[in-house]
């Protein structure tokens, strides 16, 4: 996020904006390019390795529940609006 403010008169309060949000802007650059540099090639790897099996489980157990016939569709349909109407 940049952050600037400014007042005085319109050249004094726009020059005050400008540096303020210059200011802002290279803090920001600054504190987030330090916390990706400090993570090693080896831990980043092991975290999307991590990540990704993670995903491909939630992908298997969805696949599970979901992969049902037209029947048992059918039959959910009816068990959600009979406790619907409830």
């Known amino acids: ?5 400014g007042f005085g008169n319109p050249l004094t309060a726009l020059v005050m904006l400008l540096a303020t949000s210059a200011i802002s802007y290279g803090l920001y650059r600054w504190f987030s390019g330090r916390r990706v540099r400090e993570e ?3 831990r980043r790897r092991e975290a999307l390795r991590r990540y990704y099996r993670e995903q491909r489980e939630l992908a298997r157990r969805m ?10 569709i059918e039959r959910r349909i009816e068990e959600e609006l009979r406790r619907d109407d409830r």
Do not use: L, Q, R, V
């Open 1 to 5: 996020m940049i952050i600037g403010f």
């Open 40 to 42: 090693s090639p080896e």
């Open 63 to 72: 696949a599970s529940e979901f992969d049902i016939s037209d029947e048992e």
